[in-house]
């Protein structure tokens, strides 16, 4: 029987936690794998001192308490047998990361949790052989082949996490409902800040599984009249729209088009649902137009609200990736990753103009033969 491989991992995210304990299962490699994790200066010493020998060592390169090369110094010092692996949320640093003792670099998302849960694997089953130091390319493998175990893994984590949490809400009820008087006036208030915590990670979850969803779920297509999906929305949003004096312009007649209907109305959704939530004080102008590109047909929806940085632009379109102006603003992050989704499955693609302060326009396209509606 082979001894279990020691996994540490240098993390203050537990999800990062979570989510390798799960992969690690998954993988049937579990028993075989032993996990500790330290999210915390104490604990990394408690760990690096202990008797506890590692096999391999993770680093996550955002710590509070030390930069990363400190902390694969210290390792690479005490624990010379360890195999480091860096967890990066910075592109590409694998040159500079390997010239300081890092075995292999994985980008710090699913694909490189996904990657680095293969690498234990094969530690796991004895084949040591395998050069370590041959690892650099695992920054661009994983982002390429972990692609459908990520839909794989966000289904399983969404589908599975539902339970215990819809048992979470219900007890937080039963403690608001019958323990009202025991708890009091503070008790009350940590009550509804869980309450609220709760509800949000549910929204979360929901539009996880929404994702998830969208990834293995082939667009049931149909001629779709654009113009029928902007008056729906614009109804929907009438009353919103009233109230802040905001509104909305259809520059000029827009396509009929062969897509999933529910799927366009939920994108339509988002970008107009955004535009008004990121309004600015200015009164709120929202314009759509759509235009022929060679074979496909672009739409575009600008608005004058908060705009949105360069630097974040890069990144919106990622799961749970919010703006650094979207804090005061309530959501979740996952309306534009599922956007993007469902334009990808239409075979198109979506992106953002910006300029921070006066508004933005999203563009997306649909690749469409002039006559296919
Ligand atoms: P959410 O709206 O829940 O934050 P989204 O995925 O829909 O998530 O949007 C991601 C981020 O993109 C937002 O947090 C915000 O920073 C930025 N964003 C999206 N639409 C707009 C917009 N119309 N104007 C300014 N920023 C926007």
Redesign the pocket.
Same mark, same amino acid.
């Given at each position: 029987m082979n001894a279990a491989i020691h996994v540490l991992l240098v993390s203050a995210s537990v999800s990062d936690e979570t989510v390798l304990t799960t992969l690690l299962a998954r993988e049937q490699i579990g028993e075989g794998v032993k996990l500790s994790a330290a999210a915390s200066a104490q604990a990394f010493y408690d760990a690096l001192y202990s008797e506890q020998s590692y096999e391999i060592i993770v680093v996550d390169d955002r710590q509070a308490w030390s930069d990363w090369p400190g902390i694969i110094a210290t390792c690479a010092k005490n624990r010379p047998d360890a195999l480091l692996a860096l967890l990066s949320s910075v592109e590409q640093p694998q040159e500079s990361a390997l010239s300081q003792g890092v075995a292999a670099v994985y980008p710090r998302n699913s694909a490189g949790l996904i990657a680095l849960t293969k690498l234990v694997g094969k530690l796991a089953a004895q084949e040591r052989g395998f050069s370590l130091r041959q690892e650099t390319d695992a920054f661009d493998e994983a982002e390429e082949a972990a692609e459908e175990e990520r839909g794989k893994l966000v289904y399983a984590v969404s589908h599975d996490l539902q339970d215990p949490l819809q048992l979470a809400r219900r007890y937080a009820d039963v403690l608001n409902e019958d323990f009202e008087d025991a708890l009091g006036e503070s008790g009350a208030k940590v009550l509804d800040h869980l309450k609220f915590n709760l509800g949000r990670t549910q929204e979360m979850l929901d539009e996880l599984l929404e994702y998830s969803r969208l990834q293995h779920s082939r667009p049931e297509k149909e001629p779709v009249d654009f113009n029928d999906l902007l008056d729906e929305v614009t109804a929907l949003y009438k009353i919103t729209l009233d109230e802040i004096g905001g509104s909305i312009i259809r520059q000029q007649s827009l396509p009929t088009l062969v897509v999933d209907r529910r799927q366009f109305l939920r994108v339509f959704q988002?970008?107009i649902?955004?535009?008004i939530?990121?309004r600015s004080d200015r009164p709120l102008h929202i314009a759509v137009r759509a235009q022929r590109v060679r074979n496909e047909w672009r739409i575009g929806i600008k *608005?004058n609200? #908060?705009? #949105?940085s360069e630097e *974040?632009a890069g990144q #919106?379109?990622g799961m749970f990736?919010?703006? &650094? @102006? @979207?804090a005061d603003?309530?959501?979740?992050?996952?309306?534009? @990753? #599922?956007?993007k989704r469902i334009v990808q499955n239409h075979g198109g693609k979506i992106w953002?103009r &910006?300029s921070f302060g006066s508004? &933005?326009v999203?563009i997306f396209s649909v690749p469409q033969a002039d006559d296919a509606a």
């Open positions: 988002n970008l649902g955004n535009a939530k990121f *608005d609200g #908060i705009g #949105i *974040d #919106i379109f990736e919010r703006g &650094s @102006a @979207a603003y309530p959501g979740t992050g996952m309306g534009l @990753a #599922i956007c953002v &910006s508004g &933005s999203f």
